[in-house]
DNA sequence: TTCTTTTATCGTATATTTGCGATATAAGAT
DNA sequence: ATCTTATATCGCAAATATACGATAAAAGAA
């Protein structure tokens, strides 16, 4: 049991679902947010910003790298991140071709 | 270790997180395509589109439901869910608003 | 060279998620 | 009342995620 049956979705509905999963956490948002605001490279000082260890905060950008939605150089003993907004952009697509129904019907009552 | 950092972030940072959370899942996303696009209370026939055991969907259902990304009303042995769209508007404002720059700034390259 | 600074990775404990079968529940059909 | 059908919930096993401290790695400063 358990046994991972996520590959049996279409690729979109997975693709989708990670972007999902990396946004997944507070963390995570409040790290993008950073990246968003200011809209440039990043060097140190996130680990400031955010009320957790060094290595946490590290483990977090690997996942948002992983996923994709930021990008990041290491330079030696400092590293840049930013974010990649193509990455938003596919995702912002993605979510609204899915759920394109929402500006149009949503007054439509169920239960 | 391990002990939940997660209300130390803003509470809107917290909901987003919560949004992208119930969205985490290819399963649920695929639940979600499906009412979206009927747009209407699905009344059973939804564990069947699904390639899960019953109990599984019945739990992914809840989690969307917990989450308020559908509602669902249970009338005896019949349950029937539709999408409720205010909470979509409600994320894809939020999402727009943390995410402001997407559409203006994303040409300026970074790292 | 060694020291310092910054970030990544490893190891580990705990918490949460995912999935299923079994069982409960609730209402209509017989 | 019993049977059937549809859905929810319980209990459990396995997988993942979260968090931290300790340690490694990488480059500049002394």
New binding site residues.
Partial sequence: ??????EEFTQREQDLANFA?AM?????IAILKVLAQRNECI?????DLL?????????????L?NAGLIS?S????????CINWKAFEKFNGEFNFLFANLKVKNEKACC
């Fill in positions: 049991m358990a046994t991972h049956k996520k999963k997944a956490h507070p963390a995570r060097c140190g000082e996130i680990v009320p957790l260890a060094q290595s946490t905060v590290s483990q977090h950008l690997k996942e790298k990041g290491i330079d030696g003993p400092r590293s840049c991140y």
